[in-house]
């Protein structure tokens, strides 16, 4: 079956602009994960959604935000970027809410020039 | 607080064995994780600890102490194609959040 599906892949933004990601999760799992990855803080975690509803939020301001649709899809958007918010994006899905086995996406690599 | 910890960065030959080391501290527990990531791909899951103890697959296993707060992951002969990150994850809290270190980065040299 397929994998975790993000995209775009790639993308470079400049300081103010917004960015939305999106995370098609392996079929059947209704769990989405989105964690920020970068070399120094290695995965932090955004927030966790379950049939449609935000069920853990890491510790990101309010310019980080996200959304699950009813058919389990998700998307991540930040918005007024800073250069500290380039970062690799990274999905994962599970069946139940963060339990068991986290499946992860290649992952949406941001750069904010 | 939550804080995971392992070492940064390891070295091992090809053919030995290697453990890497991870002490957490968080509040509440509902199981510890390894993953592997390799540079420029997406963590793979390698193993899950709920309970005390050794959990064996394959070249790899994960042992833990809830007591002490402490998993260790080791590879048994070792290949040049482990050469990458290990993540150590601890599930906690009401919600399952899952919580990650910063990785080792294990180089196999020849």
Known sequence: KAGVTQTPRYLIKTRGQQVTLSCSPISGHRSVSWYQQTPGQGLQFLFEYFSETQRNKGNFPGRFSGRQFSNSRSEMNVSTLELGDSALYLCASSLAQQAG????????????L | GQNIDQPTEMTATEGAIVQINCTYQTSGFNGLFWYQQHAGEAPTFLSYNVLDGLEEKGR??????????????????????DSASYLCAVASGATNKLIFGTGTLLAVQP
């Open chain 1, 101 to 112: 086995e986290l499946f992860f996406g290649e992952g949406s690599r941001l750069t904010v």
């Open chain 2, 60 to 81: 790899f296993s994960s042992f833990l102490s809830r007591s002490k707060g402490y998993s260790y992951l080791l590879l048994k002969e070792l290949q040049m194609k």
